[in-house]
């Protein structure tokens, strides 16, 4: 199945660190190249900001890298469909952990209102250690905190949990649902530049608490247990 995007929709990756998230973004443009999209990568400007500066930004430097990814984003969004690979949320989400400034909320929240799709990518692969990552113990808060920064903004997203090709499969569902749920709305007469405010995509691996809390359960299990069946995942 082949989601109907539109010209400027993009599709937005979140995520704490070493959780897939270039990974799947590449494999969802190629996905969608291969559909008949114009899709773009639009990478993470941190890292490359990281990599040519040969550090970690400043407390007073994260603003300028956060408005340029949204610049990025926009640019490639006037011409076909994009998969950002991280947005400004997360320079944002990184100023509050690091720094314990929130100033940077605002203008982020605001650009990611404007993202059709919003993926978040699960805890459940091993970490991957790099020059440019703070460290395991760093994964959960920073997922809290994105969490929190969307729901308390009232934005709507979907959890991407699996490894490999699993993960890509479940986040293409995710985005055939989401696009299917906002083609209905419309059809309704919904304002067509108008977002849902909410959404949910029936599947096993969700962004429902309850279900998602199940499968970290049995996640878990099947780590300490390896013999435990695997039915249920």
Same mark, same amino acid.
């Given at each position: 199945m082949t989601p109907m995007l539109p010209v400027g929709c993009v599709i937005a990756l979140l995520g704490a660190e070493s959780t897939g998230k270039t990974e799947l973004a590449r494999a969802l443009v190629q996905r969608l190249q291969e559909r008949g999209i114009a899709a773009t990568l639009v990478a993470e400007y941190l890292r490359e900001w990281c990599e040519r500066e040969g550090r970690t930004p400043r407390p007073d430097e994260q603003r300028a890298i956060a408005n340029e990814q949204t610049r990025r984003i926009d640019a490639a969004a006037a011409s076909g469909v994009v998969v950002a690979d991280t947005t400004a949320l997360m320079t944002a989400v990184y100023?509050?952990?690091? $720094?314990?400034?929130?100033?940077?909320? !605002?203008?982020?929240?605001?650009?990611? /209102? /404007?993202?059709?799709?919003?993926?978040?990518?699960?805890?459940?692969?091993?970490?991957?250690?790099?020059?440019?990552?703070?460290?395991?113990?760093? /994964?959960?808060?920073? +997922?809290?905190?994105?969490?929190?920064?969307?729901?308390?903004?009232?934005?709507? $997203?979907?959890?991407?949990?699996?490894?490999?090709?699993?993960?890509?499969?479940?986040?293409?569902?995710?985005?055939?649902?989401?696009?299917?749920?906002?083609?209905?709305?419309?059809?309704?007469?919904?304002?067509?530049? !108008?977002? @849902?405010?909410?959404?949910?995509? @029936?599947?096993?691996?969700?962004? +429902?608490?309850?279900?998602?809390?199940?499968? $970290?359960?049995?996640?878990?299990?099947?780590?300490?247990?390896?013999?435990?069946p695997n039915s249920e995942i």
């Open positions: 100023s509050e952990q690091l $720094f314990g400034d929130t100033s940077l909320y !605002a203008d982020a929240l605001a650009a990611q /209102r /404007r993202y059709a799709i919003t993926l978040l990518t699960a805890l459940d692969i091993p970490w991957v250690a790099d020059a440019m990552r703070d460290g395991d113990h760093a /994964r959960e808060p920073t +997922d809290t905190l994105v969490r929190a920064a969307l729901s308390g903004a009232g934005l709507s $997203f979907a959890v991407v949990h699996g490894s490999g090709g699993e993960r890509l499969s479940n986040a293409w569902n995710a985005i055939n649902s989401i696009a299917g749920n906002e083609g209905q709305a419309r059809a309704r007469g919904s304002r067509g530049d !108008a977002k @849902p405010t909410s959404w949910s995509w @029936p599947c096993e691996k969700c962004s +429902d608490p309850e279900c998602e809390h199940r499968l $970290f359960s049995d996640l878990l299990g099947r780590r300490d247990n390896p013999s435990k």
